[in-house]
Every structure is written in structure tokens, then in C-alpha cells.
């Protein structure tokens, strides 16, 4: 830098960007935005890869773990099959198949799949029906994370009375349903959901669409770590004392309750420190989209400082970004942690 005259700093930032970028949750205009606009959209795609992705490899993980314990055959082998496969594949081979194998030699949109009649495939992306964001959503996700926190307190409160009492927490039960119901009333009807509307010929209003890049990288991060976290939480389950298994079914609890109730609470403390490296692993393997085309933080800062002559700050950037984005993860998790330790009096 001493050489060819520049100064170390960040006033580039406020520069004219002049590329453009194939989507953005915040608009951006090439024309008249800043470098720090584009990556600000940049870093936004990547919060909507990883937040979804940490939340399906959550769910297809324990799935999978889950299942490689089942009484079918079927199932466990299955279970197994999906691990040894995507484990001993590279990931970057994996997210190539999903962009070229898959998304992009879906039908065009002449010849689309459709599904339902409100879900449509094509090399051009996969529309889906999504809530409209206005007072009505607003006003119901509000109603929903209330009745979340009710239907929680309740659960814990009929816990504390089966546990301390003996009693059968029937009423609470049925008041737990009730509750169920009508989160679910909320979500169907409260939601004011957006069906595509094709307004042209294969052009879709409303509704959300996902890229085919954007379907790539999620899908091939999501099946990549879900191979791991489904060994985690098979290891966690192992951990758990034969005698735990044993005891659940002397009290005529069915191997789903017997996991749910007995197993799965004490695995948790085996599970989650292994689980928030994966969680780690997924935030910085989403750097890959660039390989498939996604216009995330590390596609935008590459162009950047390809443009803007400006390496050593770019890739500080880009270290401070994924470095807070791991701490944040890793401050949830071992908060997380901390709730599921046995706390000796």
C-alpha cells in the first residue's frame, strides 16, 4: 500500500458501487448506491441462507438421528445410507449437483411444474405462497409469540403439577390444544397468505420466489450438515445410560415417549457443544454460493475490492462479518447449553 500511494481506510465505502447484483432483500440501484449499500445487501442474502439453513439442518438432523434408533428396518438403514453418503462427498460437489442437476434442468416456464395450483417449479426459481407483510401479519405473529409464551408456561406448569402432585394434567392438556388450535387458525387465516398470480407469460406477482441459486446453496447446506448434526445427536442418544431405556419401559412408556421424555432431554447436554460447530460450519461454508451463482457478503466483497482496489480493508470486512456472525451463534448456544447442565443443590 506504501508503494502505490493509498491509505489504509474505509471512505470507499461511500463511493458509487456501480455493479449491479441479481436479487436483493433491500432495494439497491447500481446507479446511485455505495459500496457499503452492496454489501449490506450482500450480507443480508447471507442471513437468508444461514437463518433457514440452521433451522432445517436442526430439524433433518435430529430426524435423522432420531430415526437411525427406529424398530424399522427400513428407516434405520435409510438413516444410515443418507450419512455415509453425503458425509464422504465434498460439499462444493454437492452444492455443483443441486445448481447443475437439478434446480437449473427444472422445466422452463412454458413447461413448469405446478403443484396444488400455488406452488410452481422452473429453471427460473420456485414460487411459493408467502404472507403478505402488512397490519394483519404484523399483528398476528404478535398474537402467535404470545400465545408461544402461553403454551409454554402452561407446559411447564403441567409438568410441575404431574411431577409434584400425581395428577393427570388432562385440563391443561386440553388447554394446551386449544391453544394449538387456535395458533393454527392464526397462521392460516391471520397470516393473509400471497398465492402466485402469473400476471404474464411465466411471470409471477406475489407470493415468495427463491432462485435457482439461492435454492442450490440452502439445499446443499442443509443436506450436507443435517449428515453431521444426525451423527451428534446419535452419539448424544448412545450417551444416554442403558438403565434410562430400561426404566422407561418398566413404566410401559412406547419407544416414541421413552425418546421424547426420558432420552432426548438428557442427550441435549451431549449434543449441543458438538452442535454449535456445525452451526459455526454452516454460517462459513455459506461463503460457497459464490461457486453456484448466490450474490451473498463474500460474492459482493469479491467484486468490491476487484473494483474498488481495495483487498486488505474488503477482507477485513468479510473476517469481522463471518467472526461476528460465529460469536452470535456461538453466545445462543452456549446459553443454550447452560439450561440443559444438571445443576447439583
Known amino acids: 500500500m506504501q508503494r502505490t500511494g493509498t491509505e489504509f481506510g ?46 432445517l439442518t436442526t430439524l433433518l438432523g435430529i430426524l435423522a438421528g432420531v430415526v437411525s434408533f427406529s424398530d424399522n428396518w427400513l428407516l434405520r438403514k435409510g438413516s444410515l445410507l443418507y450419512v455415509e453418503i453425503i458425509r464422504n462427498i465434498p460439499l462444493l460437489l454437492q ?65 410441575q403439577l404431574m411431577v409434584e402432585t400425581g395428577q393427570s394434567g388432562q385440563s391443561q392438556l386440553l388447554a394446551l390444544w386449544a391453544l394449538a388450535a387456535i395458533a393454527l387458525l392464526l397462521v392460516v387465516f391471520g397470516f393473509g397468505w400471497q398465492i402466485p398470480q402469473e400476471t404474464d407469460s411465466a411471470v409471477f406477482d406475489g407470493g415468495l420466489r427463491l432462485s435457482a441459486e439461492f435454492s442450490a446453496i440452502l439445499f446443499g447446506l442443509v443436506i450436507y450438515t443435517s449428515a453431521y448434526v444426525s451423527e451428534i ?48 460450519n454452516l454460517a462459513k461454508n455459506s461463503s460457497l454460493a459464490i461457486a453456484v451463482g448466490y450474490v451473498d457478503i463474500y460474492s459482493v466483497a469479491n467484486t468490491t475490492y476487484n473494483q474498488a482496489g481495495r483487498p486488505v480493508e474488503v477482507m477485513l470486512i468479510i473476517m469481522v462479518t463471518y467472526l461476528i456472525l460465529d460469536l452470535m ?11 440443559v447442565q444438571i445443576r447439583e443443590r
Open 10 to 55: 474505509f471512505g470507499f465505502l461511500n463511493t458509487q458501487a456501480a455493479f449491479d447484483i441479481q436479487e436483493s432483500i433491500i432495494p439497491y440501484d447500481p446507479a446511485t448506491d455505495s459500496y457499503g449499500r452492496v454489501l449490506l445487501a450482500g450480507f443480508l442474502n447471507s442471513l437468508r441462507v444461514i437463518i433457514p439453513g440452521l433451522i
Open 95 to 159: 452444492l455443483y449437483f443441486w445448481y447443475r442437476a437439478v434446480f437449473s434442468k427444472l422445466p422452463n416456464p412454458d413447461n413448469r411444474l405446478a403443484w396444488f395450483g400455488s406452488i410452481y417449479l422452473s429453471n427460473r426459481g420456485v414460487f411459493l405462497p408467502w404472507p403478505a407483510m402488512n397490519w394483519q401479519f404484523g399483528s398476528s405473529a404478535i398474537a402467535l409469540l404470545v400465545l408461544v409464551i402461553a403454551v409454554g408456561w402452561l407446559w411447564r406448569w403441567r409438568t
Open 233 to 280: 445427536v446419535r452419539a448424544g442418544i448412545q450417551s444416554v445410560a442403558k438403565g434410562q431405556w430400561e426404566a422407561a419401559r418398566a413404566l410401559g412408556l412406547k419407544s416414541g415417549l421413552t425418546m421424547r421424555l426420558v432420552v432426548f432431554p438428557q442427550a441435549l447436554r451431549v449434543i449441543i457443544p458438538p452442535l454449535n460447530s456445525q452451526y459455526m
Open 329 to 339: 451463534i456461538s453466545a445462543v448456544m452456549n446459553t443454550l447449553n447452560n439450561l
